[in-house]
């Protein structure tokens, strides 16, 4: 089964607790904190494998969770740092966050390693916070949750050509007269439901990967039909071969097929109807073709047409010839009309203010903000030397005076991620 698209969740390890200890040697009296740091938690990360095709796997397993970091030990041992969960995926994989449609990461050269989402550190012993002020704290961090998130995955195939037309026009009798490929042949519409992949031996010498994508039909740009699914695999090719019936065949007009087909490529992308391109004149065995081809080089001469047969034969090896000579231009650096933009990533300094925002729910007042609530979460409440710094870095960073201006009054109840308060002056 091909599957090129699927929803998965990914969630990276947490990092280890720290450790609360102390030395305890004999004729070391007061030895002083010891306790070691958490471990890091595991990064889920993805990597290109050659072999790969299809996203069929995660059909299957649709849950990917990296493991935790080891918890801190006494005499300031720290534990181990959790090992990365490495997630196979095909080539060609497009990676995105389900929610925001960002895009996280594009897959395409075998060994390709990208970080997903990343693990949490581990906590900090109580030898870290030893001061000249409190030489014995007696607290550590907890370990830092994962980052965890929905990931879309979208496969856009990896082909140097690809045959597009309508349904029953001979792109998979083509693809397996010039390669190995052996894709459905049937005398009747949308026998190729899923792409297939060839690669074309020219000459002996070189050799490309052709694709044979599913029919098109008019609207597919809009999502008819096989729609998006189809579009999606050409997106990457650098030859399109329009595979046109120039018996005509069912009553089909071949110059409108091909006025069909340019138009559904300029609404879907306008990047791929400028990509190099050649007209395959199929079925050239039939008697009327070549009357239709005449009329299809006048009305539109200069298009370059190259007449064949792919149930004979006739014209095929010219054909591939060509092709390959297309796909070499564009692997060589020639000048490529198509000129794909990547959208500007700008990036900017973090500042070291932490920012908050407060709002209310009711008669709870919310403290919204990604770095505190981090802190709540890696803070352990019944320590109470954790409490003292945990208010200390409220009251520092100015939530005190925010919440006094929005209200708040001894014993109002606040909100920090999941831990609420009593606010006391």
Request: no cysteine; charged share 25%; aromatic share 6%.
């Amino acid at each position: 089964m091909f599957v090129d698209v699927a929803k998965i969740e990914v969630k990276a390890g947490a990092g280890g607790n720290g450790m609360v200890a102390y030395r305890r040697e004999k004729y070391v009296p007061m030895g002083g904190p010891a306790g070691g740091d958490g471990g890091r938690g595991g990064d889920v990360v993805f990597v290109v494998e050659d072999g790969l095709r299809t996203l069929l796997d995660f059909r299957y397993q649709r849950h990917f969770r990296a493991s935790a970091g080891e918890n801190g030990r006494p005499k300031s041992q720290h534990g181990a740092n959790a090992e990365d969960l490495v997630v196979r995926v095909p080539p060609g994989t497009i990676v995105r966050d389900a929610q925001t449609m960002e895009l996280i990461a594009d897959l395409t050269v075998h060994g390709q390693r990208a970080i997903i989402v990343k693990g949490g550190r581990g906590g900090r012993g109580n030898a870290r916070f030893a001061s000249a002020r409190n030489k014995a704290p007696d607290m550590a961090e907890r370990g830092e949750p994962g980052q965890q998130r929905d990931v879309l995955l979208e496969l856009k195939l990896l082909a140097d050509a690809g045959l597009v037309g309508f349904p029953s026009v001979g792109k998979s009798t083509l693809l397996s007269v010039v390669s190995a490929a052996r894709p459905k042949v049937a005398d009747y519409h949308f026998t190729t439901l899923t792409p297939h992949l060839g690669v074309v031996a020219v000459d002996g010498e070189r050799s490309f990967v052709l694709a044979d994508l599913p029919g098109l039909i008019e609207g597919a740009h809009a999502g008819h039909g096989l729609g998006h699914e189809f579009l999606r695999h050409i997106e990457r090719t650098k030859v399109l071969v329009h595979v046109i019936d120039m018996g005509a065949s069912e009553g089909r007009d071949p110059v409108a097929d091909y006025h069909a087909i340019y138009q559904e490529l300029v609404a879907y992308n306008e990047v791929l109807a400028r990509r190099p391109q050649v007209v395959a004149a199929n079925k050239m065995d039939i008697p009327e073709a070549p009357a239709h081809l005449e009329a299809f080089k006048k009305v539109l001469p200069d298009i370059e047409v190259i007449a064949i047969s792919a149930a004979t034969g006739m014209g095929v090896d010219t054909l591939m010839r060509r092709v390959a000579d297309m796909v070499s231009a564009q692997v060589s650096g020639e000048p490529n009309p198509v000129q794909e933009t990547d959208e500007e990533v700008v990036y900017r300094a973090r500042s070291e203010r932490l920012e908050f925002a407060i709002s209310r729910d009711q008669e709870v007042y919310v403290v919204e903000s990604a770095e505190l609530d981090r802190l709540v979460a890696m803070t352990n409440f019944d320590q109470y030397d954790a409490v003292k710094r945990f208010q200390s870095i409220m009251r520092r960073a100015g939530v005190d005076d925010a919440l006094r201006a929005r209200g708040a009054k001894d014993g109002s109840t606040i909100r920090v991620g999941d831990m609420e308060f009593d606010f006391v002056e």
